[in-house]
């Protein structure tokens, strides 16, 4: 078997798997739920500093949206809206006023999408 063959043999399998991460995490699943809680962690922040105009080092699960980060009511809206969007989840108005923190947010996205 040439290595043209072997090569092609391993590029079907990985484009079978839609990439190299997908067969990676499929051999180890704590590795895939690992690579996407820390995947919604990042991304929570990244919004929250996007939207808010804060530095990642106030961004901590502890940080108040209003009370830490400077929000007003409307920016809290507009927060959990990116959120519903990025994240392809809805967030009821009740549940919205209990995400009140970074930390809370994260808590939250995570557990609407099962992890």
Known sequence: M?????????????????SYGNYISSINPQK??????????KKVKEIIMEELGVDEASVVPEASFINDLGADSL????????????FDIKIEEQDAEKITTVG?????IKKQLGE
Do not use: H
């Open 104 to 108: 809370t947010a994260i808590d939250f």
């Open 75 to 86: 920016a809290t809206v507009e927060l959990v809206m990116k959120f519903e969007d990025e």
């Open 32 to 41: 895939k739920s690992k690579e996407i809680e820390m995947s919604v962690e």
């Open 2 to 18: 040439s290595m043209l063959n072997i090569i092609g043999i391993f590029k079907d399998k990985f484009l079978d798997l839609g």
